[in-house]
């Protein structure tokens, strides 16, 4: 793509689109989806782009956020599909929940009820889905509790249990604490089952286990990271990020690249130096020639110790120019670095998006082409949206 930024990313949501339609096909026409990436602003990405995404979609019935203020902005935003908030809150919020029409995640009976409080006030049902704890250790009941916690909140007014779920937290890690997880959970759902009581929304199943456990997808999947970082060949990549060369010059051997020498040339060589650096979101320790940048269609090793906001690259003798582009992660004719190699390569799972600095532009790609560019200066509207 042909601009002037020195450094930006591009997030495909044709790619998320794509990417939540192959998990609706992979987990079936009766399991419905609560799309998980929405939560903490989108899991960097930015929460109202990929919520819209999700909308366009058309597979996903629930958006998941971290917090009520990200459900309240989506709503603010005119998004009005069902919203689960899965962290757990304090009961000073509960008013918030029950104005913006959000779905509440609960494991304290003082937020039950002070949510049927307002909902009782309002005259309107707040829904809420039980959190059990069956071995994650974040937030939830105890598996054991489950059956007297439910009994004891079903009786608050206006208050609509809608789900009780759990997070699994060793998938493809222990394969035995995930069955004994798995297990802890459909021991309480047979319990609730023989008390003659009935939850419509069960889930389990986050990215992982979709990717594994069809057992767990419930009458609900929760994906997040598995539609950004599309680590299966069915899966296409959202996020690119790309810089550019801005200074370039030879240099005799034995010259020291970057904060203590600790690259020095061990022939003349050119190098390039491009304008990003960690504080752009490019891991500090994918410098000292651990980790490659694609520049012309072909692959260059990152000299030196990665710099705040720039790193070097060897280029050797090839023609390369001030402007010419950086592919730190994305795809040229021949070569291709994933988001996914990076954390293979740091041994190291984690989102990039969120530590990308908000100097660095993005621009939002729909149908094809710019549907939004964001700036630290502006914000853009591409051709075919708002
Ligand atoms: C309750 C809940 N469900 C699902 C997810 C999605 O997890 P993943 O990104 O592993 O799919 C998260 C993310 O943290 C979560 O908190």
């Known amino acids: 793509m042909n601009n002037s930024f020195i450094t930006y990313c591009e997030i495909n949501l044709d790619s998320i689109i794509h990417n939540l339609k192959w998990v609706k096909n992979r987990v079936g026409e009766k399991v419905k989806i609560c799309f998980a990436g929405t939560k903490a602003d989108g899991y960097g990405y930015g929460i109202y782009e990929v919520a819209i995404a999700a909308i366009e979609s058309k597979v996903v019935d629930y958006l998941g956020v971290a917090i ?7 709503r603010k935003k005119g998004i009005n599909i069902p919203i689960i908030v899965f962290g757990n809150i304090l009961p000073e919020f509960a008013e918030k929940i029950v104005d913006y029409d959000l779905t509440q995640t609960v494991c304290t009976y003082d937020l039950c009820e002070k949510l049927s409080y307002y ?9 809420i889905h ?3 704890d069956t071995g994650m250790g974040r937030i939830g009941v105890f598996p054991e509790d489950s059956l007297e916690f439910i009994k004891k909140v079903s009786k608050l007014p206006n208050l609509k249990i809608e789900g009780i779920y759990s997070h699994l937290s060793s998938v493809g890690r222990d394969d035995e604490f995930t069955k004994e997880q798995i ?4 021991t309480v759902l047979k319990i609730l089952e023989n008390n003659n009581i009935k939850i ?4 389990l199943a986050n990215s992982a286990s979709i990717k594994k456990l069809p057992e767990t997808y419930l009458d609900m999947v929760r994906p997040g990271s ?4 599309a680590d299966l060949p069915e899966l296409k990549q959202v996020f690119s990020l790309k810089s550019k ?5 030879k240099v005799p051997k034995g010259y020291r690249i970057g904060y203590r020498g600790s690259f020095i040339t061990k022939k003349e060589t050119k190098i390039a130096t491009v304008g990003l650096g960690y504080i752009d979101g490019y891991p500090f320790l994918l410098g000292n020639e651990k980790w490659k940048v694609i520049i012309n269609d072909k692959y260059f090793p ?21 402007g010419d582009e950086v592919i730190i992660i994305g795809k040229s004719k021949n070569c291709e670095i994933k988001i996914n190699d990076i954390f293979k390569e740091l041994d190291f799972y984690n989102f990039l998006a969120p530590s990308i600095n908000k100097r660095v532009s993005r621009i939002y790609i729909k149908d094809g082409r710019i549907y939004k560019t964001k700036t630290m200066l502006e914000e853009i509207s591409g051709r075919n949206r708002n």
């Open 302 to 322: 990152v000299v030196g110790r990665v710099c705040m906001d720039q790193i070097m690259v060897d280029v050797g003798n090839e023609d390369v120019k001030i």
């Open 183 to 186: 297990n802890k959970f459909f």
């Open 245 to 249: 060369v801005v200074y370039v010059k």
């Open 68 to 74: 009520p203020d990200e459900g309240i902005y989506l």
């Open 200 to 203: 419509p929304l069960k889930h």
């Open 119 to 127: 909902a009782k006030n309002k005259n309107k049902p707040v829904k």
């Open 130 to 132: 039980i959190k059990v």
């Open 226 to 229: 598995i539609i950004f970082n």
